[in-house]
């Protein structure tokens, strides 16, 4: 598996600075890691120097750099999908270079990802705008998990299963801030880190599966290493 740092927080329009520095921590034994150069002052090229990158899991950084994993992602395939972890839909109108608030959204409107193909999971907190968005999409909103996480997930995987690449999208801030209090927005009643470990143990075993990113990891924000020590059980599902 071949890992990339993507050391980039100022999709975040600064409301979670420090998400930079989470690629080395999260990583720091992993062996098999590529860098993707970063102009923290030009998100347009960022944006396409990691749209050129090849590699199987990208750790970031805020959520924005899934745009440009998924822009290089979807030109391999002729039928993409996502899943995402998140507690928000990323569906703001987008007004210009890309951010962590619109990314999803930008992504669809440029005809890169088809509505229909967009599983959202784990969502708790969005705007009127986007709610109106999210119609046909299928969205798993935060409640409905909730001692039903098998049945959920058997439905998750089979509408995956008919996309030709999948790519799968965890922002760290779908787990609820006793597990990852080190995030930009703390919403509570989010998944237990055992659900959502459960919901990726059961994805990774898709044979569509083709890139993972992991986003959001603040370690500035943190208390007691404890949102880094989630990033990295979760990227230990993958080895």
């Not at 899943?83 to 210009?96: C, K, Q, S, T």
């Amino acid at each position: 598996m071949r890992f990339v740092k993507v050391k980039f927080g100022n999709g975040s329009l600064g409301k979670n600075n420090g998400t930079s520095k989470a690629p080395d921590m999260l990583l720091e034994r992993i062996e098999n890691v590529v860098n993707v150069a970063i102009n923290d002052y030009n998100v347009d090229e960022t944006m396409k120097n990691i749209s050129e990158i090849d590699g199987d899991f990208f750790v970031g950084g805020d959520h924005s750099i899934t745009y440009g994993s998924f822009k290089g992602f979807a030109k391999k395939f002729r039928n993409p999908g996502i899943i995402v972890f998140d507690a928000h839909p990323d569906l703001e109108v987008n007004a210009g270079s890309v951010t962590h608030e619109d990314y999803l959204r930008k992504l669809i409107e440029e005809k890169l990802l088809e509505k229909e193909n967009v599983i959202l999971i784990g969502v708790r907190e969005f705007s009127k705008n986007e709610k109106e968005f999210m119609k046909e999409m299928k969205v798993y909103f935060v409640d409905s998990l909730f001692n039903n996480e098998e049945n959920i997930c058997d439905a998750i995987m089979e509408i995956a299963r008919g996309f030709d690449g999948l790519y799968l999208s965890i922002d760290i801030d779908v787990l609820d801030p006793a597990f990852a209090p080190g995030t930009g927005y703390l919403e509570p009643g989010g998944m237990r880190l055992q659900e959502l470990t459960y919901f990726l143990k059961r994805i990774k075993l898709l044979n569509n599966l083709k890139r993972v990113d992991l986003v959001e990891v603040n370690p500035d924000k943190d208390i007691n290493n404890i949102t880094v020590k989630s990033g990295k059980k979760i990227i230990e599902i993958f080895f």
